[in-house]
């Protein structure tokens, strides 16, 4: 069974420059999970999603930050404009239902803010 | 609010058997689970309870208590691949908008 699919695996931007971040979760998962992480701490929900309904953004700088499901498959989650404090880990996941009790995650987009 | 408390790092020896702690704080709840992360990786999900008691999983075993709210991983027999992050996260339900979320991790370091 093929696992989460992110890319791009790596990225290093200027601040103020877009950035954009793409997500196959696990065939069949309905809830798909955008998680920030910045080094040494642990994951930060950014977004879950139910199929193509959002379930919480509330951790979601929706100032700079967005992100769609359009079709309840795929996912892109979007930065614009890049500041510094935005270099972290975004860890895409998914899993089969909402309870959240098995998650599966991706190996993750890095990202530099210069 | 929601919050998770563990400790930021704990050594051991190898071959010993470590326990990392986590307590919780949730508006609702429905199950405790353990991820593992080496440096570089992915998390990886360990074990879940929902129920109160022990669930064992080959060297690893994970102990809940709802009533103290509190959980915690047992390592046996370690190995130094064990060595990297251990994060335990609360799945709080529907009261709890179904978000799961994560404590800050417990970085183990297994010496020789």
């Known amino acids: 069974e093929a696992g989460v699919a992110q890319s791009p695996r790596y990225k290093i931007i200027e601040k103020r420059q877009s950035v954009a971040f793409w997500c196959n979760p696990i065939s069949g998962h309905a809830t798909l999970y955008w998680y920030q992480q910045i080094l040494g701490q642990g994951p930060k929900l950014l977004i879950q999603?139910?199929?193509?309904?959002?379930?919480?953004d509330s951790q979601l700088p929706k100032d700079r930050f967005s992100a769609e499901r359009l079709k309840g498959v795929d996912s892109t989650l979007k930065i614009q404009p890049a500041k510094l404090e935005d270099s972290a880990v975004y860890l895409c996941a998914s899993s089969q239902t909402a309870s959240g009790n098995t998650i599966y995650f991706g190996e993750g987009s890095w990202l530099t803010v210069v | 609010g929601q919050s998770l408390e563990q400790p930021s790092e704990v050594t051991a020896v190898e071959g010993a058997i470590v326990q990392i702690n986590c307590t919780y704080q949730t508006s609702g709840f429905y199950g405790l689970s353990w991820y593992q992360q080496h440096d570089g990786g992915a998390p990886t999900f360990l074990s879940y309870?929902?129920?109160?008691g022990l669930e064992e999983t080959g060297r690893f075993s994970s102990f809940l208590s709802r009533s103290d709210s509190y959980g915690y991983l047992l390592l046996q027999e370690l190995q130094m691949k064990d060595s990297a992050s251990y994060f335990c996260?609360?799945?709080?339900?529907?009261?709890?908008?179904?978000?799961?979320?994560f404590g800050a991790g417990t970085r183990l370091f297994v010496k020789a």
């Open positions: 996260a609360v799945s709080p339900g529907n009261t709890g908008g179904f978000k799961t979320i």
């Open positions: 999603f139910q199929n193509n309904g959002v379930v919480d």
């Open positions: 309870n929902a129920l109160d």
